[in-house]
């Protein structure tokens, strides 16, 4: 069994700026790509950014320049550092991460529970 436990949310005022952490534990043979998402109230959940196991990452175009995914393979952990924060920003932030729980196993995706982000004056 494979759990992704993200951290780091919380209230912002616009302006600034939170890191968010997954790690993965559990299971793990391999992991692969690894992504963070979000979605807002009434609004369908969206990739903010990605980044794969060596290293090569995509963002939203809306979060280019304010946001950096980062991982720590030795740790099974993803970071997500959010500067320049906006009200738009707002949202529940998931994890997100393609893992292979075992040799013989397929691979599949899992999600973290999500953890809030609030960016308000």
């Known amino acids: 069994q494979v759990q992704l436990v993200e951290s780091g949310g919380g209230f912002v005022q616009p302006g600034g700026s939170l890191k968010l952490s997954c790690e993965a534990s559990?299971?793990?043979?391999?992991?692969?790509?690894m992504g963070w998402y979000r979605q807002a109230p009434g609004k369908q959940r969206e990739l903010v950014a990605s980044?794969?196991?060596?290293?090569?990452?995509n963002y939203l175009d809306s979060v280019k320049g304010r946001f950096t995914i980062s991982r720590d393979n030795a740790k099974n952990t993803t970071y997500l550092q959010m500067n320049s924060l906006k009200p738009e920003d707002a949202a529940l932030y998931y994890c997100?991460?393609?893992?292979?729980?075992?040799?013989?196993?397929?691979?599949?995706?899992?999600w973290g529970q999500g953890t809030q982000v609030t960016v308000s004056s």
């Open positions: 559990g299971s793990i043979f391999n992991i692969y790509d």
């Open positions: 980044i794969t196991k060596d290293g090569i990452t």
């Open positions: 997100n991460a393609d893992v292979r729980p075992g040799l013989s196993m397929r691979t599949r995706g899992y």
